[in-house]
């Protein structure tokens, strides 16, 4: 069964560190990266696991002021090791990225402890206990804590070990429906032409296949020929749900394409600037957010400004779950039972997130609590 690993952490805490321990694969690939020591942008790796499988790895950044990337890289996790460093402990991206997991629906996960080489045993056990308690009430409580270091190697084995045993939990993806890789990275090879990369969402496509982008810049989708697929740097005829993908296209330059565009089948056109959605928002939040606030929503690795109604309440506090309406403000390629996370761009702050149960929302004048709760209630997840 095809494998999503995906990281979360705070910045300097050994994200990258720890997937080159594990993979032999320096993520940073930007000179910006290597010159300023810390991540900017994703970074991608596969791992071969003891038990022969493979899987593969986006790692992402753990500043706050590339948020945006991070949240682009957590589409399609299905596994996510999640790092602590034992000298700092938690902090504040380790609290950001652990809601947006939550939000995101991640359930499965490692809570990696790095850095173990520069303190005594107390201070393990301190941070692994301040981890369960931050976790209690979050979608990965009770998920396994192990300690680690990648400058001496201690505890990696037992990582990849663990990975093999917590990956047994995952449930498989549905093998139908239509096809959608979300597009996070773009670029050309001389003598093949443009190739996108991505995670794929649902369904699969073959080598010669047609497709079509889905870009909120353009009026129309535009048709493209899937010239040939790879997986894992291996030439591969057909690309299914759960892998991850570097596509060549022909009929398009890769100047003509941007993170966030979405490469689908042709029968895929759920394509909506409005939708019913049941929303959540963080305990953390200072303030009730009020209807129809502006927020930024990010979907897979697209992002749009969106204004929120709710149904039947004027404001939401802190923790409360609710259902209502987004108004985009470009269309996004959206299906029910997609994930999404709720920025304010006034505080630079995740305030919550939600679930689509209902496009084309805008042929009726108001969002049916009733009809959303009926549509909440059903399990739309793997």
Known sequence: MPLIIGTAGHIDHGKTSLIKALTGIDTDRLKEEKARGISIDLGFAYLDLP??????????????????????????????????AADDGIMPQTREHLDIMHLLGIKSGIFVITKIDLVDAGQIN???????ALTKDTCLKDSPIIPISSATGSGIDNLKNLIVNEAKKVLPRPEGGFFRLPI????????????????????????????????????????????????????????????????????ISHTDIERGNMLVSPDMDMITDMADVSFEFLNSIEKPIKNYSILKLHHMTDETMAKVSFAGVNEAGPGDKVFGRVSLKEPMAMMRGDRFILRDPAINATVGGGKVLLLYAKKRKAANVEQCRILDSQDMKR
């Open 51 to 84: 038990n022969g499988a493979k899987a593969g790895i986006v790692d992402v950044p753990g500043h706050e002021r590339f948020i945006r990337n991070m949240l682009a890289g957590a589409t399609g996790i299905d596994l996510v090791l999640f790092v602590v």
């Open 126 to 132: 301190k941070v692994s206990e301040d981890i369960k």
């Open 184 to 251: 996070d990275r773009t670029f050309s090879i001389k003598g093949f032409g443009a190739v996108v990369t991505g995670t794929v969402l649902s369904g699969n496509i073959n080598k010669n296949a047609d497709a079509f982008i889905i870009s909120k810049r353009a009026t129309t989708p535009k048709k493209v020929k899937i010239r040939g697929v790879q997986s894992h740097f291996k030439e591969v005829s057909a690309i299914i749900a759960g892998q991850r993908a570097a596509i060549n296209l022909s009929g």
